[in-house]
Each structure stands twice: as C-alpha cells, then as structure tokens.
C-alpha cells in the first residue's frame, strides 16, 4: 500500500538531475533503516548501484553514515514531518570520488522519509577559489603603502583597502581632530569600510577629488591605460602621487593613492643641491677665468717692460759694457723672454678647459695637416726634418684650433728632441680604428725612458733641461687636457734612442656633453 | 684722401710705456702725435674739434677703459668714422673678439722690443698713410645736417 502511495511520485524524479532516496525507519533503531528507492541520478551523485540498493540496510550500504548520526536526523524529521537542510558537507562514496554535497531531509508520510542531495563541488570550489583569492588581497593591500580604492565607473567606492604609509601622515592621521578637511581618514578605520557606497567626492576635498577624477575619466577612455596624477595639499604641505586603471570592461576602475611628502622633499633637496653645487662650480670658474685675464694682463705687463727696456738699455750701452756686462744683460733679457713664454702657455692650458662656444666642424686631415705644417716651415727648413704625412687620411669633426694646437705641439716636439748631429724624421699617419679616430706622430729622435709615460704630460714637467733642449714644459700637458676635452686620450710611445711615437685617440662620437 | 702727414692721437695711461712709443714715433718724424692718458681725456680731446686722423687706443686704462672709450666714439656721428686701432699687452682672445665688437679697426699687441716697435708702428704708418683712403669728414645722417647743430 504504501510503496504503492510512493509510485505516483518517483517516476518525476528519476528525470531530475538530484540525487533522491527514501529510507523507510521503522521505530528508531537505526538497524532498520531501509532504502526504499533510489532514482537514477543517485548513482552520479552518490555513486549508488541503484540496481542493489533497494531493499537493503543503510548501516550495510554505507556504515560511516550511521556512524555520523544520519539515522537521529532522519528520525527527526519523521517525528516533525519537517524538511531539514543539511547544507554542505565533503562527501566520500565507494564508488565515487571525494565531493561535496548539498543536501536536505524531507517527510513522505509514515517511516517513509526523502533525502535530496546535490553536488556542488564546482560552487564549493569556486568559493573556496575566491576566499584564497581575497586573502591574497588582503595580504597584498595590507602590506602595500598605498591607499587602495576600487570604484565603479560612476565614481562610488566598491572597496578601499591599505593606506597603511598614508595613516602615518596627519592629513590621513586616524585622529580626526588633526584631520581638517581630510575625509579620506575615516576609511581607514578598520575592520569594517565605512566608505564602500559613498561617492568619491563624499571622500575627498574638492581639489583632491577634481585631480583623481580627471584620472579615471582619462583611464576610462579608449584604449585602456594607466593615468598617474599628483597632488600637493596646500593646506598640509603633503604631497600625494596615484595611478587609476580600468579593468577590460570599463565597469571597475583601481586607484591607488600614495604619501610622496618624504620622497618630493628628498628629491627637491637633491635638486637644490645639485643647483646649489653647479653655481658654486660656475662662481669659481667665473673667478678662476677672471683671474687668468687679469693674469694675462697684470703678470705679462710688468715682464713686458722688463724685456723692453732690457733690449733698450742693451742698444744704450753699446760698446760700454764688457763681455761680462753684456752677457749679464743678455741672461736678463732671455729669462724674461722665457717667464713671458711660460705665461703664456699658462694661460693656453687654463683656457683649455673652458668651455668651447664653437661647434666643432668637419676637418679633412688631407688638406688640414700641411696647413698646420706651413705654420712650422721655419723650424722645419732650419732643421732640415723630413716629414712625411701618409695619404688617404679620414675626415672628423673637430674644433680646427684646437687639433691645430695639438699637431703643433707633437710635431714640434718631434723636431725638437731629435738626435743630436741628426736630421729629424717625422711620420704622421691617421686612420680609423673602430670607434675611434688615431692621429699619430712618429719620430726617429732621442726617444724617452717607457718609466716617465705618464709622467711626460704633466705640466712643468720636462725630462730635459732647457739648456738641451728649450721649452715650458706644458705643451703635451695642453695636448692632453685638448684632447680629453673631446672624451679622447692621448699615448706616447718610446725607447731611449728609439723614437718617439705619440698617438691621439679621438672618439668618432663625441660625449653629448662636453665637460 | 691721402695724406702725407698723419695726426695721430694716442690714448695711452702707462709712462713707460709711453717713453717706448714715443722713441719708436721719433725715428718717423714726417708725423705729429698728440697724448692723452685716459678714455675721458680721449673724449674731451675730440670734443675740441681738430679731430685727428686716427686714434691708438690701449685697453686697460683708469676712469675710461679702451673699450667704453670706443663705443662712445662709435656712437657719436661727428666721430665715427674715424680710425681706432687698439695697441694693448693682452693677447687675450676676449680682448680681441671684444675690440673688434666694439668697433676697432685693428688690434695691435705690443711688441718685446725696441725694433719690433718700430717696427710694428712703421708698419701702421704705410698702411693708414699710404695704402688706404682716410674720409675727409664725418658722414652726416640728412637730420643733422638740415639741423645744422655744428
């Protein structure tokens, strides 16, 4: 009679994708808890054989059910006729894998009582997905100094998270009394968001919210890109530094919001600093020009006479003065000449390192060598030096003074420390080496001691003295000091008695800045 | 014009030397020289009129250096067309570049010695007396000479 009462309801349920059961419990004693009938989704969800099932006892089919009290419920719900929800439990079958379920109890008449179950492992997963995912933010904004908000596009707070850097400083101070206008502060009172549905303009001064504003309408627009603001609070001298970003679909907008007071006044210091040192710098280097002038004049100007009047005297007493006398004068007149020469060079090599207003121009060295040579026809006809300039020489871009000085220099020098008795000879070649250009001037003549290199271009320093050979001791120290003005080197090369080759080494590309 | 006789106004503050020019000036004697040992001199003597056939200026002097000395003569129209040549110790560039900004028409650096001296002045000569034409005036813009203010 009754199975028959549960025929009329079970052919529906065998189309519906829950798994449904009935247990029939006669009295209470869970031993006597019977399946009664099983529908065809029971053996997806539950993993049922809903061929054996029927007729057996529930403590044979699955004992750990009875274990876990399933017999107390469902007397109970036989006793209230009520549906009682089991929610969701991990559930482990013989014949299937571990899920969960979701299930509840429900009265039929009688013993006879229904349970319904569901698999919502999916949905279980899900969630458990999404609270690993949360506490992920959570760790992330909690540990970023950024004041995190997450809006909608219509500008209303979703979430606002960290800030933690932002609650050190008084505008966003958790005291509300040392927070004048700063609603911001209230939102980072934990645990709870009191800002989540207020409108941005709710949270923010005006001015404030007029910057982060403009920023989400720019990060709204197509395509979708990062917009970092700033803004100074003139009211508490912080400065604030922020990014807005919109998700793919325009709907979430991100902001972030950062106290850059510390970091502003940092780099303002630095600033000043730099501008502080690079005007001291150009103030001594204005003094120090300053000072070469007047030395050019002031220092020149009484050695001047002294040469002058030297040379008139010396016409004056013609024929009064002994040997002696006259060889006296003539020391006299020759050491000024040479102090007036050493100003000179002095002052070439100070104004070496002065900043050249000129841009530099293109130099072929085919034609450019022998015009610098022409300025040295004299010293080269009394020496009778063979100089031989290679062919097919590069062209480069160089100030033509200064490459002239420094030509000038190198070969004079080559003329000069030739061996004694002999007759200069003089190579210089040039060529492109990589990234570099080479000028190079070789000579046959005394050579130098490879110990002195570094020495040799030193100013005043000489390995000679003037009486060998005559000279301030400055022009490869000029020559160097020009040619490291163009991020370039300069090397020498030699051997007592061997030669002497120098080689100067331009880069093709110059420094953008040259010092 | 030519002339045979060259009228040439020195503004020149060092005595010394002075005493140089002056024994390198003697030895071409077909000239006559005239003195003056500052910029405000050198003005005050080309306000008198007889103005000379040009002027050698040093640079470096007291109350008017070379420099203001010339612009003011550059920018008086009675003066300006009058030869200056700067005759200076300085071999400096910013001097150089500076002089001829302001208006020289030449730049002299005065030599060691004796006969580079004379050298050097005799030079000058030839070239202001001989080579080149010298004006015979002030060119006057239309205005003053309507205006008659001389």
């Known amino acids: 009679m009754s199975s028959n009462r549960l025929d009329t309801l079970t052919p529906a349920w065998d189309l519906l994708p829950e798994g449904i059961f009935v247990v029939k419990l006669a009295g209470s004693n869970p031993a006597s808890l019977t399946y009664v009938y099983v529908n065809q989704a029971c053996s997806e969800v539950m993993g049922f054989d809903t061929s054996t099932v029927i007729g057996r006892h529930v403590s044979e089919v699955s004992p750990a059910v009875i274990e876990g009290g399933f017999h107390l419920q469902i007397a109970k719900v036989k006793e209230t006729q009520k549906t009682i929800e089991l929610g969701v439990f991990p559930y482990q079958g013989t014949l299937v894998s571990r899920r969960w379920l979701c299930a509840s109890l429900f009265p039929i008449f009688g013993d006879y009582v229904g349970v319904c179950a569901r698999d919502v492992s999916e949905h279980k997963q899900n969630e458990i997905e999404r609270d690993h995912l949360l506490d992920r933010y959570r760790a992330l904004s909690s540990v970023v100094p950024d004041l995190l908000l997450v809006l909608n596009k219509d500008r209303i707070l979703l979430a606002c998270e960290g800030g933690g850097e932002l609650g050190r400083c008084p505008a966003f101070s958790k005291e509300p009394n040392r927070v004048p206008k700063c609603h911001a502060t209230r939102m980072l009172n934990p645990p709870h968001n009191p800002c989540a549905g207020k409108h941005l303009r709710e949270v923010f001064p005006a001015q404030f919210f007029n910057v982060i504003d403009l920023a989400i309408r720019e990060a709204l627009m197509e395509p979708p890109k990062a917009c970092h603001f700033t803004f100074h609070d003139d009211e508490s001298h912080l400065d604030y530094e922020g990014r807005a970003a919109a998700t793919e679909s325009g709907e979430i907008v991100v902001t972030i919001l950062r106290n850059v007071t510390t970091q502003r006044a940092f780099e303002k210091e630095l600033e000043d600093r730099v501008a502080r040192r690079t005007s001291d710098l150009a103030q001594s280097n204005y003094e120090l020009q300053q000072f070469a002038y007047a030395a050019s004049h002031d220092l020149r100007e009484p050695l001047h006479k002294i040469t002058a009047f030297g040379g008139r005297l010396s016409d004056h007493l013609e024929g009064q003065l002994d040997e002696k006398g006259q060889q006296y004068l003539g020391i006299l007149i020759n050491a000024s000449s040479r102090l007036e020469r050493l100003i000179d060079d002095l002052l070439d090599y100070s104004r070496a390192g002065q900043l050249e207003e000129a841009a530099p121009v293109e130099v072929n060295l085919n034609e450019f060598i022998p015009l610098v040579l022409e300025d040295l026809s004299e010293r080269v006809l009394e020496t009778k030096a063979d100089i031989q300039i290679a062919t097919e020489l590069p062209t480069l871009w160089v100030h033509p003074s200064r490459l002239r000085r420094v030509l000038i220099n190198l070969v004079s020098n080559a003329l000069k420390f030739h061996k004694p008795g002999g007759v200069p000879q003089v190579a210089i070649n040039s060529w492109v080496d990589g990234d570099s250009f080479k000028i190079s001037v070789q000579d046959q003549g005394i050579g130098f001691d490879p110990k002195f290199t570094d020495h040799i271009f030193h100013v005043f320093t000489r390995l000679h003295t003037r009486f060998d050979y005559p000279g301030t001791g400055i022009g490869l120290a000029l020559c160097r000091r020009l040619v490291e003005r163009y991020g370039g080197s300069i090397e020498a090369l030699g051997k007592p008695g061997e030669g002497t080759t120098f080689t100067v080494i331009l880069p093709k590309v110059f420094p953008l800045e040259m010092p | ?150």
Request: hydrophobic share 40%.
């Open chain 2, 1 to 150: 014009m030519k002339v045979e006789s060259l009228i040439l106004l020195f503004a020149e503050d060092d005595d010394e030397d002075w005493m140089l020019i002056e024994e390198a000036l003697e030895t071409c004697d077909q000239d006559s020289y005239e003195r003056v040992k500052n910029g405000e001199e050198l003005l005050s003597r080309l306000l008198e009129g007889n103005t000379p056939h040009m002027i050698i200026l040093d640079i470096r002097m007291p109350r008017m250096d070379g420099f203001a000395a010339l612009e003011e003569i550059r920018k008086d129209p009675f003066l300006r067309h009058l030869p200056v040549m700067v005759m200076t110790t300085s071999k400096s560039d910013i001097d150089i570049a500076r002089s001829y900004a302001c208006g020289a028409n030449g730049y002299l650096v005065k030599p060691t010695t004796f006969p580079l001296m004379k050298e050097m002045l005799g030079q000058a000569r030839r070239y202001w007396a001989e080579l080149v034409e010298l004006p015979e005036g002030p060119w006057l813009p239309k205005e003053i000479k309507a205006g008659g203010v001389i």
